[in-house]
């Protein structure tokens, strides 16, 4: 649901819970893709609160929102250096 997911015209109204609350999610994706990004977001929610069971919902939201950018820029570091090794391979 980035940037350019958000400028397509074609919206999709889901409603999903996350950690107790409903949310209503407009985006391009599909009905499908929203709610398997809602249903991940509240089991990150759940295991960190299941290690620390003193936290706020603000807090425990911001430590999701960061373990979730942390898990996207390992991954988008892998794949960059796998595209360099791709490269190297058809040079």
């Not at 999903?16 to 929610?45: F, N, W």
Request: charged share 30%; net charge negative; hydrophobic share 35%.
């Amino acid at each position: 649901m980035g940037a350019a997911a958000l400028s397509n015209n074609r919206k999709n109204r889901t409603s999903v819970d996350i950690y107790g609350q409903s949310y209503s999610i407009v985006g391009s994706e599909s009905t499908s893709h929203i709610r398997l990004v809602a249903s991940m977001v509240d089991d990150k929610m759940r295991e960190i609160s299941s290690v620390n069971p003193a936290l706020d919902t603000s807090k425990l939201a911001v430590l999701t929102a960061v373990n979730a950018v942390h898990d996207y820029l390992k991954l988008k570091e892998e794949m960059e250096e796998l595209e360099k090794e791709l490269k190297k391979l058809r040079d």
